[in-house]
């Protein structure tokens, strides 16, 4: 199993807004920075934020990052039908990066 | 525009030897990081390892130490991972991604090489 636990899956209808968690250590999370990757059917991930709560340029505001502690969460925001993907945190564990084990994005 | 190429698609057999190539356009090559990244079949994302360009220095994971060996050609801007022998267990999607020195986040990513072992 993953070093940092994410739920396997979460749903919500559009225009509504979801959460996604992260849970990790004091060795993780609770020590670096987290990044979120979202990855669309069939497609490389991308990275959607850095440096626990940062959106790379072209990533709208309806994506969120925040963490506390040893957690981390990402939020998006007025759901559209092509948010629809798998959603992963990282961040560094005793110079290994490690990756949470994915959360499937449906948008019903 | 800051791109990452990888190499195409490869079908091998058990206990074949592959290298895959990643190559970096657009940007300062030895001035990131190159990771590689494994998933397989309806998986998550697995970090392999990663290399310094400017001075081939790498890190594994444990998980992958020993099974593969990453490497990189600053000359033309390119790495590598590399299997001495392949397993049907290998078959998978691999990406690379690069991260800004001093920080811990993969900023772009290859479009990614699907290996595929079979006998």
């Known amino acids: 199993q993953s070093v940092l636990t994410q739920p396997p899956s979460v749903s919500a209808a559009p225009g509504q807004k979801v959460t996604i968690s992260c849970s990790g250590s004091s060795s993780n999370i609770g020590n670096n920075y987290v990044s979120w990757y979202q990855q669309l059917p069939g497609t490389a991930p991308k990275l959607l934020i850095y440096e626990n709560n940062k959106r790379p340029s072209g990533i709208p505001d309806r994506f969120s990052g925040s963490k506390s502690g040893t957690s981390a969460t990402l939020g998006i925001t007025g759901l559209q039908t092509g948010d629809e993907a798998d959603y992963y945190c990282?961040?560094?564990?005793?110079?290994?990066?490690?990756f949470g084990g994915g959360t499937k994005l449906t948008v019903l | 525009e800051v791109q990452l190429v990888q190499s195409g698609a490869e079908v091998k057999k058990p206990g074949e030897s592959l290298r895959i190539s990643c190559k970096g356009s657009g940007y300062s090559f030895t001035s990131y990081w190159i990771n590689w990244v494994r998933q397989m079949p309806g998986k998550g994302l697995e970090w392999m390892g990663r290399?310094?360009?400017?001075?081939?220095?790498?890190n594994y994971s444990p998980s992958f130490q020993g099974h593969v060996t990453i490497s990189s050609d600053k000359s033309i801007s390119t790495a590598y991972l590399q299997w001495s022998s392949l397993k049907a267990s290998d078959t998978a999607m691999y990406y690379c991604?690069?991260?800004?020195?001093?920080?811990?986040?993969?900023?772009?990513w290859g479009q990614g090489t699907l290996v595929t072992v079979s006998s």
């Open positions: 290399i310094d360009p400017s001075d081939s220095y790498t």
């Open positions: 991604a690069r991260h800004p020195r001093y920080t811990n986040y993969f900023d772009y």
């Open positions: 990282g961040t560094w564990d005793s110079s290994l990066k490690v």
